[in-house]
């Protein structure tokens, strides 16, 4: 589902969680340079650690977790198919932990990728996790709250597009949360995605660097594109929809020619 079927109330809230994230592992997101976002440093200010695993398949990912919690992990019926990202989180009275897994192996998840599924379910942590959580406090639930979604690696047509199928499942609550939020469970994914996109290219930096290459480049939203991916380690298309999203061409300052 596109970014832009995001209702305006979940565009705020997808905004303030990464404000909270930067705050959150205090980072200035105003004197922050241009370029590529310190993303461990993000992740590692909540309880999750961050591991890469090679040709990550789903039984490896379980075999992983069951010496990490000490729990049994349901394997899915395709255990042998290749995951990009996986993300596994787990309350159980007043502890709280989980992990995100990635791709090891270079030429099975190039980094950005990696990068962009690593902030994608960041971005199911803080938008879709912690809300249940509050949720369950406030109704002094004491079941253990599990949350597990496997990405799976986009399909050779949308390796471009940053296209992945997550599928995301919680032991309880799910309704709850969508009911909360007022959404939909498709918009789950795209919300995830739209926080990745946010959190790993921050405004003033793709604006301070889209002026700079404007000089030399001009305007073309392409050339921008092309430019200024590598430099905030993330696919083109994601860079695209930013620049679009911030409608970053429109406010650039006009220059004579
Ligand atoms: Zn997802």
Known sequence: MAIDKIPQHRREAISQA???AYQDAEIDLDTLKPGIVPLYRLIQSYPISVDEIQDMTAQKVAEFLEVETGQTILIPED???LLAGYLYLQQYQDSLSGCILT???PSAAPIFRRRFSAAHELGHYLLHFLPLLEI?????????LIVTEG???PKQEEAEQDIFNGELSITD?????????GIDRNLMEAEADCFAGELLIPEKGCYELAKRYQGR??????????R??????????AMKQRLIDLNIVGKLPKVLV
Request: aromatic content about 6%.
């Open 18 to 20: 990464v404000h909270q």
């Open 79 to 81: 255990k042998d198919c």
């Open 103 to 105: 791709e090891k192996r």
């Open 136 to 144: 369950n406090r406030r109704n002094r639930t004491s079941e253990p």
């Open 151 to 153: 990405l799976y690696n």
């Open 173 to 181: 609550g799910l309704d709850t949360i969508l009911e909360n939020l």
């Open 217 to 226: 480049f001009g305007k073309k939203l392409d050339v921008l594109v092309g």
């Open 228 to 237: 200024l991916a590598p430099e905030f380690l993330v696919s083109k298309s």
